[in-house]
């Protein structure tokens, strides 16, 4: 079966599909009394008084210092939509400029959709969470440590131990070719497992392609054609779809990479290689929709929700800040229940804040744009938090010498070499460039021009013996594997 039918949104002819369609019918009907007509009718009202500006120089002044050729903005608070705002181009060779409307590539935010899909199947009784994947995916060749014993709930929060396919260097080679869900699969299913499921944390995009092949062997629809019809339509995302590079999209923007301090056309992925991992495309009033939506039970019950966006545990009680398909962590104390969003030439951050009744939400067309920390600034200012401070102490050579060397996140690996009087992260995957580290003191760096993401060195004695990496809010240990 080709991508392209993969992601169609065709609509099931099969009876008792036609019966849920007319359940989950009822279902959104009611939802909609609960959250109330005017969410649904996108009512928007002025921003918090003379935030409009502030918002516009945060903004303005990261768009300087990416370079980011466009990027959209929006804020919603008590089912309203307080700002909506495009800057910059969604399409620089033909001098279309970005609006509020525009749609972009959203990468990894698409996995919430695909946790809220399966979680949806749940609900009916169709998948078992406790199940081993291998029952739903006889198909798919397991050849390495029994990966077919692994959990829906362990792929769901990253903690079954399947290799990340994105960071294996050989299928870098092949991003741009067409794959099918079951040959992308292939790709890491004979791998050995990083580490027995359930005992660690191990951020990986294969688990969420054998996600899709769940939603689509039990939905009996291609992935893009199942969300479709079960929550797209229901909940009136209209701007949001399974990215198809040969469909016609309105107002879709275009991607771009910064080589040499320039804008060039980023590299071409075919969306087949981010399937349910990171296929999506929307725009930031979709996205905004769907936060409330979901959260307010207009999907799956309030209570499957909120287990969706509570972190999870090991076998050990150890928790993660992580739940099925959303990260959860905090922004000085503020609960923030979010995702960001990577792909060739895009970037984004999708960030709730339940306590305060407020979800932001960060799309750019720059690979590797701050979207996390623009999205960060514009919370500290509406939180009234105050903004974080950057500081670059230069440390003497035998004093970043201590830090330096190979450090083990699990998911990634992390040389830190000394350059001059910073340190600098050396990060062997492929697509996840290199940065310095800016000294802030009390041993905690900062990432050059992240000032969400802290660096903390843990010691015994006068030895380093690893890392704490906080990442807007979600925490990860790692350790320290060689010397310098």
Known sequence: MSAAVRGSNSVSTDPYVRIR???WALRIALAALVVGAGWLAWKRSRPPEGMGPSIDAIVERAMEEGPIAGLSVGVARGGRIVYSKGYGFADLENGIQAGPGTVYNVGSITKQFTAAAVLQLAEEGRVNLDAPIGEYLPEVPFRGDEGERVTVRELLDH???IRNFTTMKSWWKAIGMEM????LADVFADQPLDFPPGTDFSYSNSGYVLLGLLIETVGGQPYGGYLNQHVFV???LSRTSYCDSRKLV???ARGYQVVDGKFVNASYVDVSQAYAAGGLCSNAADLLRWTRLLSEGALIRRKTYERMARPDTLLDGRRIEYGYGLAVGYLDGHRRISHVGGMRGFAG???DYPDDDLTIVVLTNTEGAAAADVESRIAR????????TTRDVRLPPDELARYAGTYDLHFTTVRLVARGSRLHALIPDPGIDDTDLLYQGDGTFQAEGDPETLVRFRMEGDSVVGVTLDHQGI???GTRSSGR
Do not use: I, S
């Open 381 to 388: 200012l509406l939180l009234g938090l105050g903004q974080r």
């Open 349 to 351: 951050y999708l960030a």
């Open 21 to 23: 369609r007319k359940r």
């Open 159 to 161: 903690t079954a131990g």
């Open 180 to 183: 099918t869900p079951e040959e």
């Open 250 to 252: 309105k107002n879709r």
């Open 234 to 236: 229901p909940l009136k």
């Open 475 to 477: 925490r990860l240990e």
